[in-house]
């Protein structure tokens, strides 16, 4: 049974720090890409960051760069998510994904997570 269980959100105040985690489960974890995505209240889910298989490779929405980084650690099948300076617009439910081909399109994630919340306050 495939699972991806995210962990780390939470409240935070503007210019502060949250490292989210992804545990995955269930799929060979060393073959898939893996990201991160986001959604606001009335809003779209959104691409934030992916990595490849080993690590090698990132890719980050504008809206993040210097400012969040991916990271993997395939001996424990988990994925990060650092984050700094946050923002009050970074609000959101922060999902995990997994797929085997490279993309920054929601739709194109074949696994999820169930999402974990952070919340800046201004």
């Known amino acids: 049974q495939v699972q991806l269980v995210e962990s780390g959100g939470g409240l935070v105040q503007a210019g502060g720090s949250l490292r989210l985690s992804c545990a995955a489960s269930g799929f060979t974890f060393t073959s898939y890409i893996t990201g991160w995505f986001r959604q606001a209240p009335g809003k779209e889910r959104e691409f934030v960051a992916a990595i490849s298989q080993s690590g090698g490779r990132t890719n980050y929405a504008d809206s993040v760069k210097g400012r969040f980084t991916i990271s993997r650690d395939n001996a424990k099948n988990t994925l990060y998510l650092q984050m700094n300076s946050l923002k009050p617009e970074d609000t959101a439910v922060y999902y995990c994904?997994?797929?085997?081909?490279?993309?920054?399109?929601?739709?194109?994630?074949?696994?999820w997570g169930q999402g974990t919340q952070v919340t800046v306050s201004s």
């Open positions: 994904a997994a797929d085997p081909i490279w993309g920054s399109v929601p739709a194109g994630y074949d696994y």
